[in-house]
């Protein structure tokens, strides 16, 4: 079974938000005081694992896709987090013997799964859906930053509403396409593998523009300079049938 977060609605936070809606300032300054700790905006931060599991090896360097071990990516609001069998369907005959492992020999041996601590995380009162991001192109690296050269995971982005909102008030902005021989035919959603797939196969050299800056972690999306692309988004967000009037209201995320 694949370890799948799922944070329960916490009701108070809830209430919370109601009542900011409705004008309740001590509580809105609860809320504003809560989401901004730095447990939840700290970027950049290696975090501490049970095991020290590097994306820069399994993704990089071996090239094993993202939905082998994030199975859910594509078709739920959670990624999902891999299961202990995951990781021993290699390491129960490749380094069979790294002291590194032992957490996941014993947590094979007795059933435990292990308890990997969570990087991201949006306050429950927020909404998140992975699929759909995916089924618009929309690249893991766009919020998560250069994963695929993290040796010890860290959060690449802050997750805080105005980023959010950044990218909904103007998803012309972001949206593109690979237009390569490599990308010819692909959906939205093979292009946002593919250019894994393409880094390790061609190296950064043969990528484009958007994909090189997302390889290293730092896309911003079009700048408003650079008119040709922002036209070639705003011909995918019709395409692609993306409700750009609705992406910005409270609702979409808070409900
Ligand atoms: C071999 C398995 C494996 C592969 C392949 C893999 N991951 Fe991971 N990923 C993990 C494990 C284990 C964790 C939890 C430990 C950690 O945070 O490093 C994780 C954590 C993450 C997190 C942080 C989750 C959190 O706690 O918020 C992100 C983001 C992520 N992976 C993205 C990716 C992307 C993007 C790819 C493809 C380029 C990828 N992963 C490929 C195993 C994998
Ligand atoms: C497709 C095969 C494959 C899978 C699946 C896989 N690994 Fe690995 N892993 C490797 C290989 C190959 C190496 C050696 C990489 C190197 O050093 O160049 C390695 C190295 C490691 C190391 C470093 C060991 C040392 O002593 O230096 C750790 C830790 C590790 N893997 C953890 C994990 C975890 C945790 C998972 C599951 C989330 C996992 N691996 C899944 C193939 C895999
Ligand atoms: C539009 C931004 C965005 C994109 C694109 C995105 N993520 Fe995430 N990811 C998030 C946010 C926000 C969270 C925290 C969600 C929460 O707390 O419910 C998260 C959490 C995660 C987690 C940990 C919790 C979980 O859902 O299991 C993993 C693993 C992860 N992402 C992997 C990926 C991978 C792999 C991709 C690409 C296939 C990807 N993400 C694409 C924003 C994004
Ligand atoms: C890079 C652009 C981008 C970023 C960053 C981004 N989103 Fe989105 N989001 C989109 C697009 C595009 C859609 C698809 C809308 C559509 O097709 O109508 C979407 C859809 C959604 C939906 C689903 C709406 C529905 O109709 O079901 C939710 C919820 C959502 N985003 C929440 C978030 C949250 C929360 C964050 C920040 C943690 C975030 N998004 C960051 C671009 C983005
Ligand atoms: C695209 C998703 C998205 C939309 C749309 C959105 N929010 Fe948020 N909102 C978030 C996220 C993510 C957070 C959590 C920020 C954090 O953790 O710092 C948040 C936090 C909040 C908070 C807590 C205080 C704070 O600033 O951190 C309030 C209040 C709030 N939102 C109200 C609103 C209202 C009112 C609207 C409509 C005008 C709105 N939101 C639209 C994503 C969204």
Request: hydrophobic fraction near 35%; glycine fraction near 6%.
């Amino acid at each position: 079974m694949a370890q799948i977060f799922k944070p329960s609605a916490n009701s108070i936070t809830q209430v919370g938000l109601l009542s900011v809606a409705i004008g309740v300032p001590t509580l809105w300054l609860g809320i504003a005081g809560l989401s901004r700790s730095p447990a939840n905006t700290k970027v950049q931060v290696p975090k501490n694992q049970p095991v020290p599991f590097s994306h820069q090896h399994h993704t990089w360097e071996l090239g094993i896709d993202c939905r082998y071990c994030h199975t859910s990516v594509e078709k739920s609001s959670y990624a999902g987090l891999p299961a202990t069998e995951t990781c021993m369907s290699c390491h129960s005959q490749i380094w069979t013997n790294s002291p590194l492992l032992e957490p996941i020999r014993q947590s094979y041996e007795t059933g435990m799964p292990i308890q990997w601590n969570l990087v991201n995380k949006v306050p429950d009162f927020v909404h998140f859906n992975h699929s759909i991001h995916v089924d618009r192109g929309i690249n893991c690296n766009t919020c998560h930053g250069a994963v695929n050269q993290m040796h010890i995971t860290y959060k690449g982005n802050s997750f805080q509403m105005a980023w959010c909102l950044q990218c909904h008030r103007a998803p012309e902005r972001y949206l593109y396409k690979d237009d390569s021989a490599s990308g010819k035919g692909l959906t939205p959603r093979q292009q946002v593998f593919n250019v894994y797939w393409k880094l390790q196969e061609f190296g950064p050299a043969n990528l484009n523009d958007q994909e090189k800056d997302l390889v290293r972690g730092d896309y911003n999306g079009a700048q408003p300079w650079e008119q040709d692309k922002i036209a070639a988004g705003k011909k995918l967000v019709s395409e692609y049938g993306v409700k750009v009037q609705q992406l910005a209201d409270c609702s979409v995320c808070h409900y």
